[in-house]
């Protein structure tokens, strides 16, 4: 098993440019989420899904979209990036809610 | 959201057994309390789960007092390699519940 896999590893972007953040998990894995962490931050939830089709927002979703058209993957946009988007994205998956998280190795995006 | 409070960063020598302690005064009937490692560069990962009394496996174990009001993970004969951020979570759910990792621990292991 890959486990879960986040492509691109960096990214650099202008400001007004979107892009699209991909998560993959072969774990056969019904939730799955987006985080960002800010340099000598926490994690901050950004959004959720609880099984294909089903999505939600976290604690900061702005200026982010998420989908979930099958189990394995849930792909992260950004609709109109800013430099207060500059951070390193994480993406997850459980089996079940409340088991543990398994995340995947980050995607380091920077703003200009 | 039952919040969580943590020591912002603690040291220790290699061998020793470590303690950090995590206040959560709000902690709801359903909450499980998780505690997750990070290294430099890297997704967290997951190292344990309880929900009252004492919890261990393979790497650590936790402690949880009858009031459930904090919890203490205890990591045994620390090595260098247990150099990370260590975070302290409480809640079942994701999404409304905002289940945040806060600022976690740094714990700093010295030769």
């Known amino acids: 098993n890959a486990g879960v896999t986040q492509t691109p590893k960096f990214q650099v972007l202008k400001t007004g440019q979107s892009m699209t953040l991909q998560c993959a998990q072969d774990m056969n894995h019904e939730y799955m989420s987006w985080y960002r962490q800010d340099p000598g931050m926490g994690l901050r939830l950004i959004h959720y899904s609880v099984g294909a089709g089903i999505t939600d927002q976290g604690e900061v979703p702005n200026g982010y979209n998420v989908s979930r058209s099958t189990t394995e993957d849930f792909p992260l946009r950004l609709l109109s990036a800013a430099p207060s988007q500059t951070s390193v994205y994480f993406c997850?998956?459980?089996?079940?809610?409340?088991?543990?998280?398994?995340f995947g190795p980050g995607t380091r995006l920077t703003v200009l | 959201l039952a919040k969580t409070t943590q020591p912002i960063s603690m040291d220790s020598y290699e061998g020793q057994e470590v303690n950090i302690t995590c206040s959560h005064n709000?902690?709801?009937?359903?909450?499980?309390i998780t505690w997750y490692q990070q290294f430099p560069s890297q997704g967290p990962r997951f190292i344990i789960q309880?929900?009252?009394t004492k919890v261990t496996n393979e790497v650590a174990s936790l402690f949880i007092p009858a009031d459930r009001k904090s919890s203490t993970l205890s990591l045994p004969r620390v090595s260098l390699s247990d150099t990370a951020v260590y975070y302290c979570l409480v809640g079942v759910y994701f999404g409304n519940e905002k289940l945040t990792f806060g600022t976690g621990t740094r714990l700093t292991i010295i030769p």
């Open positions: 709000n902690i709801a009937t359903n909450d499980y």
């Open positions: 309880g929900y009252k």
């Open positions: 997850a998956s459980s089996q079940t809610r409340g088991n543990e998280q398994f």
